[in-house]
């Protein structure tokens, strides 16, 4: 099954600063990479589809790059409420799988 | 839109098997297929496993082949999860979802496991 190692495990920021997330991938993904956001006592939040497409109503300040085995999310200056666990996740090859996830904290 | 609602919350034994209901409802054309996912306190996300709600083709995590089944009930656009020998570390939210036309999940059902 296709290993999904995000880095780093956590992060710690400060409001405004720039956020750097990364998900490597065991083998090629292609381009089917999602991107989730989550908060406590709350399902998974979609920001991310297909590597780099925005969903629906997440702000321009979230950005993702990347195919293959190697993904980048960036969120450009930290809002409060951006705090939060992110997870990447594959949708290339059956069995599905996720990422262990970054904690986003404040500094 | 696609909304998905679970069943309620589970107390259950070692040993003992569990059924989680999903029933889709809103713009239900667009539900081909559930995916569930878990997640144990204080830990990351968990892919279970897929089911199409048209020919019923499933896809099982390796972690929980064997233990876990999927099915669904076209007639009421309804899925299932079933799992089996529970285990203390069984113990989890688990989240059905729909990611066909968009990306919706259920409200979450809490599993707990425990003598």
């Known amino acids: 099954e296709v290993v999904l190692t995000q880095s780093p495990a956590t992060l710690s920021l400060s409001p405004g600063e720039r956020a750097t997330l990364s998900c490597r991938a065991s083998?090629?993904?292609?381009?089917?990479l999602v991107w989730y956001q989550q908060k406590p006592g709350q399902p998974p939040r979609l920001l991310i589809s297909?590597?780099?497409k925005r969903a629906t109503g997440i702000p321009a300040r979230f950005s993702a790059t990347g195919s293959g085995t190697d993904f980048t999310l960036t969120i450009s200056s930290l809002e409060p409420e951006d705090f939060a666990v992110y997870y990447c996740h594959q949708r290339s090859n059956w069995p599905l799988t996720f990422g262990g996830g970054t904690k986003l904290g404040v500094k | 839109q696609v909304q998905l609602v679970q069943s309620g919350a589970e107390l259950k034994k070692p040993g003992t098997s569990v059924t989680v209901s999903c029933k889709a409802s809103?713009?239900?054309?667009?539900?081909?297929?559930f995916t569930w996912v878990r997640q144990a306190p204080g830990q990351g996300l968990e892919w279970m496993g897929w089911?199409?709600?048209?020919?019923?083709?499933?896809e099982y995590s390796q972690q929980l082949q064997g233990r876990v089944t999927l099915t669904t009930d076209t007639s009421t656009t309804t899925g299932y999860m079933e799992l089996r020998s529970l285990r203390s570390d069984d113990t989890a939210v688990y989240y059905c979802?729909?990611?066909?036309?968009?990306?919706?999940w259920g409200q979450g059902t809490l599993v707990t496991v425990s003598s």
């Open positions: 809103g713009d239900i054309l667009t539900t081909d297929s």
């Open positions: 979802a729909s990611f066909d036309y968009g990306d919706y």
């Open positions: 083998q090629s993904v292609r381009s089917y």
């Open positions: 089911i199409s709600l048209h020919n019923g083709q499933t």
């Open positions: 297909d590597a780099s």
